[in-house]
């Protein structure tokens, strides 16, 4: 159902056909920060290159920032962002959920969505609750009757996957990114890397090998020696220092 002309890559996602030069320049010349970073993880997304899905989508996270639902966390020890001004938490929230439900990964983009409903819900950002672009969540959960009486109370996918075995034992060390993040709203360095560790740590063998082939990258050797490489490359990419 991708419309006239559209074809179905292997993640099953509908390709998008091509577009006018006018539409094509437009989007090359996208200056806002969140929405560029979206359109990269989409591209990537559509065109089956698992290793800048997981870059995007890590900087995506990075500028989302904490869940909201976690503000109030006493165990927490990092600092409060920012107000949400330009909206750029609560869009990057929306994106990441449209990213995860394209790819049928419910359970993901219901928590990504319902975190850019308790940001739309704080009142910070946009021009007040009026903000069409608050209402485009509101508008997804409902398409999708994800609705609930214990929306906001359920265990996350955090928190089960902290109760999951790991595969991946690397080598790479938590270091600062050099990458400009959100001026505003603070980088989050250690999202960034968790998710890019999380990413890899996903992958099947085969991607592995073609993500490093793609990047030019050894891509013999054990799944854990090959997981590594694609970190260190995609941290790299990240800015880490």
Not at 57 to 72: C, E, F, K, Q, T
Not at 146 to 156: P, Q
Request: charge should be negative; hydrophobic fraction near 30%; include cysteine.
């Amino acid at each position: 159902g991708g419309g006239p002309g559209a074809t179905t890559t292997t993640t099953g996602v509908a390709r998008v056909p091509e577009q006018s030069p006018e539409i094509t320049e437009s989007i090359s010349t996208e200056t806002r920060k969140v929405l560029r970073i979206a359109r990269d993880l989409f591209a990537a997304t559509v065109d089956s290159d698992v290793a800048s899905v997981a870059l995007h989508r890590a900087r995506l996270r990075s500028v989302a920032g904490p869940d909201p639902a976690n503000r109030d966390d006493p165990n927490r020890t990092a600092p409060a962002p920012a107000p949400d001004r330009k909206m750029w938490r609560h869009n990057s929230w929306y994106y990441l959920g449209l990213h995860y439900d394209a790819l049928g990964r419910e359970e993901e983009s219901r928590e990504c969505m319902k975190a850019a409903l308790r940001l739309g819900q704080s009142g910070s950002g946009g021009n007040g609750a009026d903000d069409i672009v608050k209402t485009l969540p509101v508008l997804h959960m409902a398409r999708r009757d994800w609705y609930d009486d214990d929306e906001y109370v359920e265990e996350s996918v955090r928190e089960r996957r902290e109760r999951e075995p790991k595969v991946m034992d690397t080598d790479v060390k938590p270091v600062k990114y050099s990458w400009s993040a959100m001026d505003d709203t603070g980088g989050c360095d250690e999202t960034m890397r968790e998710s890019i560790l999380s990413s890899v740590d996903d992958m099947k063998l085969t991607e592995l090998r073609e993500s490093l082939k793609r990047r030019g990258i050894k891509s013999s050797g054990s799944k854990a020696e090959l997981q590594r490489r694609l970190v260190a490359s995609l941290l790299k990419d990240a800015g880490f220092e």
